[in-house]
């Protein structure tokens, strides 16, 4: 690859939210930059939909090539995976032991589960956090009802933050489609949302959680409070209090940054964030963004848009000879769908409840696709959302549905 000495050399390393935002947010200005986009992954993951596909939604809404999101943009893209910085000689090693020299880099290669060393939890519980869990985790529901001609015990849910309420609540709609079409009587569906804490979102205010538990318990889904997983077998987990039967467990409890900080002598601060200065540079010429940086409202997509963006702005910026500008955090809106139709909007000191709630959710993808890809194309696949589910099974040569 030939590299035009009068341009600076850019890598960016990770193709999420913060990633994709500052490379494309470059590529405007491809004659003063040579940008490469690093990833380990062919695909961008979209990650506000993924619990969608778990429950049987398309999976074009969650899982979107890298390719078609960098189509005629001047960005070069490389598979592979970070393993060292050397930040004296500017360069990164990856994987395969190449090594490639950069002028700025931008790293965002967002968070990886963590299990607390909980004993069983890694092997048996399923997490939704790429395309292959999410369906397996898929596949696992199918297996077990058609297996079983019935329903598992309980249906256990690890953790009552966002992703744990959101997919509580649209499980048992799922199960019950999911007989319908296997023609399998209706079971009894047992949902259980389990928190450590003694309420669930314990970072919101208390009138809004209050709100969201309510909803949860009139739509059947049982809420265990101030219960801790100690361990996990293959069909049950202990927790501080009693034994749950499940061979349905989804962990969605815990997560931390990317090893590739510690391995590489970043500085992290006590909530284990890569600690930046006020133009989210952690070293220099190198910038961290989206859920790495320990930035306010850092584990949010919105947050990584919003850093990419702005760590490519002041590049733009240097370019020009103008001093950066500090970094200032972006407040989020909330919105948390509780099933398909009831959504709770927290927005400063306004909340909404209700069916405005789950259509402020829907319209939120909008903005999030056009974030990536060309508002047609942004359109045209948020319109998938609306698609009914196909009458073919993807596991099983099932083509009907029970009328
Ligand atoms: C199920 C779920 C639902 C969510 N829903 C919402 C929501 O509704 N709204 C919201 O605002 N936020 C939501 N979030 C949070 C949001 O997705 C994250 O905050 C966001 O993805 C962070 O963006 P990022 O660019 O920092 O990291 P990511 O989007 O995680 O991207 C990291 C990238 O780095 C790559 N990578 C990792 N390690 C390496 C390596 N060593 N070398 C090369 N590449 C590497 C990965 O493959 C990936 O492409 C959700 C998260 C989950 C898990």
Known sequence: MTVNKNKQRIIIVGAGFAGIKAALTLSKFNHLFHITLISRSENFCYYPTLLRTAVGGDSKLSIIPISKILKQKDINFILGSIKTVDKKSK??????????????????????????????????????????????????????????HT????????????????????????????MKRHNIHHHAIHVE?????????????????????????????????????????????????????????VWTAGVSNNPFYKNNQFLMNNHDKVLTDIYLAADDNIFVAGDNANTPY???????????????????????NKSYLPYKPKKPITVISVG???????????????LIGAILRQLADIEGYRNILPLNQAIMLWLNNFKKQSRKCNFC???????
């Open 91 to 148: 360069n990164i090693t990856l994987e395969n032991n190449s090594t490639l020299e950069y002028d700025k880099l931008i790293l965002a290669l967002g968070e990886v589960t963590n299990y607390f060393d909980i004993p069983g939890l890694e092997r048996y519980s399923h997490a939704i956090k790429s395309e292959s869990q999410t369906y397996n985790f898929n596949k696992l529901l199918h297996d077990y009802l058609t297996e079983n």
């Open 151 to 178: 329903t598992d015990k309980n249906y256990l849910i690890i953790g009552a933050g966002a992703t744990g309420i959101e997919l509580a609540s649209t499980l048992p709609a799922y199960l019950k489609f999911l």
């Open 193 to 249: 949302l389990i928190e450590a804490s003694p309420t669930l979102l314990p970072r919101y205010p208390k009138d809004f959680t209050k709100i969201i538990s309510h909803k949860l318990i009139t739509m059947g889904v049982s809420l265990k409070l101030s219960c801790k997983v100690i361990n996990q077998g293959i069909d049950y987990i202990q927790t501080n209090n009693e034994k749950i039967e499940s061979k349905t467990v």
């Open 298 to 320: 850092s584990g949010l997509a919105q947050t990584a848009l919003h850093d990419g963006h702005f760590i490519a702005k002041n590049i733009i910026r240097a370019a020009h």
């Open 340 to 354: 398909p139709f009831w959504g709770a909007v927290l927005w400063g000191n306004i909340r909404l409840y209700g």
């Open 397 to 403: 040569d099932i083509t009907s549905l029970k009328k």
